[in-house]
């Protein structure tokens, strides 16, 4: 390459023509249907039993001395409860918090693996390896930093906790009892080392299934910088594959979790 076409190349016009072509390029169409997978935030919404729930306060609601309306609500809420992220911190020391977890992996395609047929039948299924290549005989190979949300059918008992966790109970005495759906840790491990996934989410209040006291698949996937996306709703309305998704939460500053706006774009192609 010559002096003059290296200057050409650095010259702004250039590079501003090349960031707006990038974009063009890589931006989703928005042909196609929108598709929220988010349960709402009320104080029906899921958390872990020993844990606070969600609560909204009333500021002001009504008319003003200045003769217009306003209204105000105060919320607090844990980090880990209904639609949320797990930032790779809440299980792995010195991992990415919230605020820290690029862009890039809370967007992208995305794949929908179902067992819910194996789910259904056995509350505390774990799903394996031969799900993931069972999966892939029929769809293909699940591509590289590929966002991959699993399908157990329990998103649909939300938000009944008796279904949906597998006791109604509150507080650490609950916790044996919970019953439900996850990932086994031998399938956590292949989705990182063999499919290198940029991210994943479930449609149960956990990666690991309710009777997991080790949370295999939390440590592995956070140890490789993996976010998990929980208690994902409306995945039985999403096709296996040609899905684009955008999940980002709440930045919390140091965050090992936090509240999660995912929706998904179905295709029309």
Not at 67 to 84: D, I, L, M, W
Not at 121 to 127: A, G, W
Not at 145 to 170: A, E, N
Not at 182 to 187: D, E, I, S
């Amino acid at each position: 390459m010559s002096k003059k076409q290296r200057s050409f190349c650095y010259h702004p016009l250039f590079i501003l023509s090349m960031i707006i072509t990038s974009f063009v390029i890589c931006k989703p169409t928005t042909a196609g249907q929108w598709i929220d997978l988010t349960h709402d935030f009320s104080s029906e919404t899921v958390y872990w039993p020993n844990g606070d729930t969600f609560k909204k306060d009333l500021i002001y609601d009504g008319e003003t001395e200045k003769g217009y309306y306003y209204s105000a609500y105060s919320f607090s809420a844990p980090e880990h409860g209904g639609t949320h992220v797990d930032a790779p911190v809440h299980f792995a020391k010195g991992r990415r918090s919230v605020d820290q977890i690029p862009i890039d992996q809370l967007l992208g395609d995305a794949v929908i693996i179902d067992v819910s047929e194996n789910a259904l039948k056995n509350r505390d299924y774990l799903i394996i390896v031969d799900d993931l290549k069972k999966w892939e005989a029929q769809y293909g190979k699940i591509q590289e930093q590929s966002i991959v949300l699993l399908k157990t059918g329990h998103g649909k008992f939300w938000p009944d906790l008796k279904k949906y966790m597998g006791t109604d109970k509150r507080g650490n005495a609950a916790i044996p009892d919970l019953h439900f759906p996850g990932l086994h840790p031998n399938a956590a491990e292949w989705l990182v080392k063999e499919r290198r996934i940029k991210s994943i989410g479930i449609d149960t209040a956990s990666i690991d299934n309710g009777q997991s006291s080790h949370f295999g698949s939390h440590r592995i996937l956070s140890r490789n910088d993996v976010p998990i996306f929980e208690n994902v709703a409306n995945l039985d309305q999403l096709p296996a594959t040609g899905i684009f998704l955008i999940a980002l939460p709440m930045k919390i500053k140091g965050g090992s979790g936090a509240p999660l706006r995912i929706v998904a774009l179905i295709s029309d192609e």
